[in-house]
């Protein structure tokens, strides 16, 4: 081949590159999660790029790293990203450029050796949030050549930047919307997004023929709490309280944080007699567990009322009714096997 003509061929191959990074770039600008983002990536570059495997590595703690989490995480995640120290990672990039490499053995006291099963070489790409070094995309390929350390990395640096971009976007996104509908203080559901909950419970109740009920929380003695032991005391009772009810209530039930030291519990599918059982249970779990504070265990106690959805009343009135039962529990200290 001339000097002309492999040119031409060279020019050939990096405009092929090139429409397959702006195909790739197109696609992940409309994801509307972090983690959507990340799935269709990998699974694009994988793809257009015919390569071996890919992975993410990630350092802990990063805004992402609910991704590593087991809670949030789908099997895709799983199989697909991998924790790795920021010490190690740097050992990667230590001048925020891809490596690019076919002696893979050098990493073997670094990754878990079977990420590298069958492969000959692989390029490290850095992902950065605001400026910092969080992780790196592992490209790995079957052919020694592939990621020869002697190529050019203009295109994976192109990647790298234009990935670090679309993440910070939709991280932003997702934290201004986190933060619209998340009570900072407790983690749990805010009003905001109670009030959109409840209205879809009580649309699903019409149409599904289903009983649905709801349970209104208060601290009993709060203001005692904030007087005695401060605001920040205070601040912790909310959490725990929070935190545990988060943590006795099924899976298709919902925790929210009403106003101040009230919450909001919704009972999907549950009669008045269902969610009269979960007040008992709730209330009986605090008379029972003190939250540890300093070097004491402080009681917490707290009230419920329940009301359950006839499919007339609106949402206001519902919670009104709970509030209401709320204060009969709390002022003349009825068991809810008698109310
Ligand atoms: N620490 C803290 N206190 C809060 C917060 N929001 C509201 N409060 C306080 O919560 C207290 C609620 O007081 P009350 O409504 O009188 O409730 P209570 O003392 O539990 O009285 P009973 O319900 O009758 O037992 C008020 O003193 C508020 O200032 C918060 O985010 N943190």
């Not at 949030?72 to 891809?98: M, V």
């Not at 070489?121 to 969080?134: H, M, R």
């Not at 997702?174 to 619209?180: F, G, I, K």
Request: with cysteine.
């Amino acid at each position: 081949m001339s000097q002309l003509e492999q040119l031409i061929e060279n020019s050939r191959v990096n405009e092929a590159i090139a429409q397959k990074l702006f195909e790739i770039e197109t696609e992940i600008l409309s994801s509307k999660s972090s983690k959507e983002l990340l799935q269709t990536l990998l699974t694009l570059i994988k793809d257009k790029f015919n390569l071996h495997s890919i992975h993410l590595l990630l350092v802990e703690p990063t805004p992402i790293s609910y991704i590593l989490s087991n809670v949030a995480q789908t099997d895709w995640h799983k199989a697909n990203t991998r924790q790795i120290s920021e010490q190690r990672l740097n050992l990667f990039h230590p001048d925020g450029k891809p490596l690019l490499t076919n002696d893979l053995s050098q990493f073997d006291c670094i990754l878990p050796t079977n990420i590298f099963a069958g492969a000959k070489s692989a390029a490290f790409i850095p992902v950065k949030l605001e400026g910092k070094l969080f992780g790196s995309l592992l490209l790995i390929d079957e052919s020694l050549d592939r990621f020869s350390p002697e190529l050019g990395t203009f295109h994976l640096e192109q990647l790298a930047i234009k990935v670090s971009l679309c993440l910070s976007n939709v991280l932003v996104r997702e934290q201004l919307e986190y933060m619209a509908n998340y009570d900072r203080l407790t983690g749990v559901a805010n009003r905001r997004l109670m009030e959109v909950s409840i209205t879809e419970e009580l649309s699903r109740q019409k149409r599904y023929d289903v009983p649905f009920s709801l349970l209104f929380i208060d601290c009993n003695k709060f203001k005692q709490i904030n007087d005695t032991y401060g605001h920040d005391c205070g601040d912790k009772v909310l959490a725990y309280v929070a935190n545990q009810l988060k943590e006795l209530i099924r899976e298709t039930d919902r925790c929210f944080r009403y106003a101040g030291d009230e919450f909001v519990v919704t009972l999907a599918s549950q009669s008045y007699a269902d969610a009269l059982r979960a007040a008992k249970r709730l209330t009986e779990f605090f008379d029972n567990n003190p939250m540890p504070y300093q070097n004491m265990l402080l009681p917490i106690t707290i009230s419920c009322g329940a009301a359950q959805s006839d499919g007339l009343q609106s949402m206001d009135e519902l919670i009104k009714r709970a509030d209401e039962q709320l204060y009969l529990h709390k002022n003349k200290k009825l068991s809810y096997d008698t109310i």
